[in-house]
């Protein structure tokens, strides 16, 4: 078997004979042990991993293993060095215990070694790549050939016949809905001296104090404090919440009086932030006009931390005689992993339908640096945001393809990037790609599936056929962190959640905590079409998602990790959950995450070198080789790590709803102690509403 994966590798990334490497990187040409610079040194390793990979028959095989040997000696690269001598052990057996344990995997790869012993073969392209995938991606096999057959095969399996639509369905979305959305703040950039910056004195030499802190965490793009308001999201998003709410009152279908309830989640990289977070936002606020249709909240986790301390520790302890809190004050709290804050950004629908106001009904998620583009939605779907909300639909029954019943009480819209809505609303913001892959794309190539899945999925309108919004609709897989919701009921039953170490495509893991839970009507997403939000992210933040770049490559190497070991931890069988959720959350989901995350960071690291970005590519491998070692450590710390998380997160959110299953029944009963309890929430929560 060994030989075999390593003529594989060979031909992905060596010459052999007349036949140039797959990827499109000869690796001979990268390794050149006699440069020293610590960008050299690294991207030496990486060929030298690659290589070994190889297996003795590859000509630089005893090189590569010198060069490896030698260089744990230098203590300035030990985390590298490290990360990859630990990769090859971890690579070579998981191939080795799946091509033993698994008949498919096996034949497979048996079939790619003998179509890569001919290289005529390679001329043919398409069937090239589909044998390469077979291995290493399965659901990326036969999606760049007939595109109009794998959209409906897709449509077809998320199709729901319905049994029954909502009774009770959203009537005044304003009054009804919690919109919800995430910040992320952290220190003024270097560029920017506080003492420049337009804020208070107090803040300023707060936040002085704070840049001596040694930073917690780190997010993909967090919005510095000071910034330009122009580039500042957080006003960007919520002017445009606000024009749609004032939309909807000049159509008629809000009160004038009405102003919707807007919660964020302040999630900071320093813990001094925590204090500093709230009075930012509201010296930011002072001189922002156009917010006369909301009321604002801020949850930092000095906030959330505090709900604990005198709401829900004291009501574990009353209820259960629970006296340990840990637990709730880890899965309740808005810093750290994005899983974190996403799961609090839709439990606090609960919380504020039990002790600050019964009308509530739903959540809706947005991000920040996307809105309603309320004039184009009435023009094509015919109805504005507010209106697509009022769907019965949302909270309808019904049954999958699979015959499992389900329960539609999340909902799902779709995106639409700037510079397209002119052409269309329907214009799917992830298209697909050509047939040119090169690099890591061999290996892995998501775009692919998400494109599939958007067009299937998230452009799906319902017409007077099989799909007619009526007795049939489609349900969501592919979701996006914003655009989408679930009803305080689904919620309080099903108490989906996504665990705190779930660090990318929060949104995707949500669902995958309760998939099979109920026999009686499994939890899903309902497929809204028409309602889009228009994804303005190149409008201000250019620069942040550039610079962002390398770090968003890591989080989706990230995700592979936990997707396929998190999905192992779930009590249903690995193989149920693909059926479900592929091709594209199910993509991440891997049979053997470790060989395909090592090939994919080694391969773009090379195809940066390869490209002449040798900056970029000393970026990814130094960045990437000490984050993914960590994680891939803290996997290896016993067989049921993620389970041992996920169950004891799942005991902490039952705890959590059971405790406002229990306050409903008293305050219905005038019982005391949970009157206590809406009182301190209620002045809680009025500590985090903003002076506007």
């Known amino acids: 078997m060994n030989d075999k994966f390593e003529a594989i590798i060979r031909t992905l990334i060596s010459k052999t004979g007349e036949q140039d490497p797959l990827t499109g990187i000869d690796i001979i040409d990268q390794f050149r042990p006699e440069e020293t610079t610590p960008e050299s040194a690294i991207?030496?390793?990486?060929?030298?991993?690659?290589?070994?990979?190889?297996?003795?028959?590859?000509?630089?095989?005893?090189?590569?293993?010198?060069?490896?040997?030698?260089?744990?000696?230098?203590?300035?690269?030990?985390?590298?060095?490290?990360?990859?001598?630990d990769g090859l052990a971890l690579v070579r057996g998981e191939i080795k215990k799946r091509y033993a344990g698994d008949t498919d995997f096996r034949e497979n790869l048996d079939k790619l070694y003998d179509w890569i012993k001919k290289p005529d073969n390679f001329s043919r392209h398409i069937e090239t790549i589909d044998m390469v995938w077979r291995v290493f991606f399965p659901e990326g096999v036969s999606l760049l050939e007939d595109r109009v057959q794998n959209i409906e095969a897709l449509r077809k399996k998320r199709r729901i016949r319905i049994h029954g639509l909502n009774p009770d369905p959203i009537q005044e979305p304003a009054k009804e809905i919690l919109f919800t959305s995430n910040v992320l703040l952290t220190l003024p950039l270097s560029a920017m001296p506080i003492d420049g910056l337009a804020l208070s004195d107090k803040l300023k030499q707060r936040l002085k104090q704070v840049k001596k802190e040694s930073q917690l965490y780190w997010y993909d793009h967090p919005i510095p404090i000071g910034v330009d308001p122009a580039k500042n999201e957080v006003i960007y998003g919520l002017q445009a919440l606000d024009e749609a709410i004032a939309f909807e009152k000049e159509r008629g279908t809000v009160?004038?009086?009405?102003?919707?309830?807007?919660?964020?989640?302040?999630?900071?990289?320093?813990?001094?932030?925590?204090?500093?977070?709230?009075?930012?936002?509201?010296?930011?606020?002072?001189?922002?006009?156009?917010?006369?249709h909301l009321r604002i909240y801020a949850l930092t986790e000095s906030d959330t931390s505090r709900l604990v301390s005198e709401v829900f520790a004291p009501a574990a302890k009353h209820f259960f005689g629970l006296e340990d809190s840990r637990l709730l004050h880890e899965i309740i709290g808005v810093d750290g992993e994005y899983g974190r804050h996403y799961s609090l950004l839709k439990a606090i629908a609960a919380l504020w339908q039990v002790l600050l106001d019964p009308c509530i009904k739903a959540t809706f998620k947005i991000d920040l640096d996307q809105v309603f583009p309320q004039q184009e939605l009435v023009k094509e779907s015919g109805l504005s945001a507010l209106d697509h909300f009022k769907t019965p639909l949302w909270g309808a029954e019904g049954e999958d393809g699979d015959g499992n019943r389900v329960e539609l009480g999340m909902i799902a819209g779709a995106l639409v990037n700037q510079e397209d809505i002119p052409r269309s609303l329907f214009t799917p913001d992830v298209v697909f790609p050509d047939e040119t892959i090169k690099g890591d794309e061999w290996i892995f190539f998501s775009r692919l599936p998400q494109a599939l899945s958007t067009e299937a999925e998230m452009m799906t309108r319902y017409e007077n056929g099989l799909l007619n919004g009526r007795d049939r609709c489609l349900q969501r897989i592919h979701v996006t962190g914003g655009t989408c919701g679930i009803l305080v009921k689904s919620l309080r039953r099903h108490r989906p959640f996504t665990p705190g170490f779930i660090g990318r495509a929060e949104d995707q893991a949500y669902i995958l905590s309760v998939?099979?839970?109920?026999?009686?009507?499994?939890?899903?997403y309902v497929h809204k079409d028409g309602l889009i939000m228009r994804h303005d992210k190149d409008a201000f933040a250019v620069e942040a998602i550039r610079s962002a770049k390398t770090g968003k490559l890591i989080g989706d190497y990230v995700r592979i990790l936990m997707f396929s070991h998190y999905a192992k931890a779930l009590p249903w069988p690995v193989e149920k959950t693909k059926h479900c959720i592929d091709p594209f959350t199910g993509c991440f989901v891997s049979h053997i995450p470790f060989t395909v995350v090592y090939l994919r960071l080694a391969l773009q690291g090379a195809l940066y070198f390869n490209e002449g970005k040798p900056k970029e590519g000393f970026e990814l491998l130094q960045m990437g080789t000490t984050r993914l070692h960590r994680i891939i450590k803290e996997l290896g710390k016993t067989p049921d790590y993620l389970k041992e998380r996920y169950m004891a997160e799942k005991k902490a959110w039952n705890t959590y709803y059971d405790i406002l299953d229990r306050i409903e029944d008293g305050i219905k009963e005038r019982d005391p102690f949970t009157l206590d309890m809406k009182e301190k929430a209620e002045t809680l929560t009025k500590d985090c509403e903003i002076d506007l």
């Open 255 to 292: 009160e004038k009086d009405t102003k919707a309830h807007c919660i964020l989640s302040i999630s900071v990289t320093h813990a001094g932030l925590q204090d500093v977070a709230k009075a930012y936002l509201e010296e930011m606020f002072k001189d922002v006009e156009g917010l006369d």
């Open 515 to 524: 998939l099979f839970r109920e026999s009686t009507g499994n939890l899903r």
């Open 43 to 85: 991207r030496n390793l990486n060929s030298a991993f690659l290589i070994s990979l190889c297996g003795q028959s590859h000509p630089f095989y005893s090189h590569a293993e010198h060069f490896i040997k030698a260089l744990g000696k230098e203590r300035h690269l030990k985390d590298a060095f490290d990360f990859y001598r």
